[in-house]
Nanobody
Framework: QVQLVESGGGLVQPGGSLRLSCAAS????????MGWYRQAPGKQRELVAV???????NYVDSVKGRFAISRDNVKNMVYLQMDSLKPADTAVYYC?????????WGQGTQVTVSS
């Protein structure tokens, strides 16, 4: 299992930027596929970005060109750089770790985009 702790959320104006961080502990981080999900009020949780253990990435269409996922396998960290933020990006953002039968989640961090 992996323990995940997110940080970096907050209130930002439209067009602004935030960098989310996720600290992982408890297992061999480098073997996990790491992802960021979000859940807005009244909506289902959706995948935002994922980086596999081999470094491949995938993004939901609505964030392509604005968000970037990265990871540091030495520090056991995964990041989500969010630029050109829009009100529609407002949600609780969750870090996720997957490997075989393991599917672990952090507690989430709130991102609010508003003027």
């Amino acid at each position: 299992q992996v323990q995940l702790v997110e940080s970096g959320g907050g209130l930002v104006q439209p067009g602004g930027s935030l960098r989310l961080s996720c600290a992982a502990s408890g297992s061999i981080f480098m073997f996990y596929d790491m992802g960021w999900y979000r859940q807005a009020p009244g909506k289902q949780r959706e995948l935002v970005a994922v980086m596999t253990s081999s470094g491949n990435t995938n993004y939901v269409d609505s964030v392509k060109g604005r968000f970037a996922i990265s990871r540091d396998n030495v520090k056991n960290m995964v990041y989500l750089q969010m630029d050109s933020l829009k009100p529609a990006d407002t949600a609780v953002y969750y870090c996720n770790a997957k490997r075989r039968v393991v599917d672990d989640w952090g507690q989430g961090t709130q991102v609010t985009v508003s003027s």
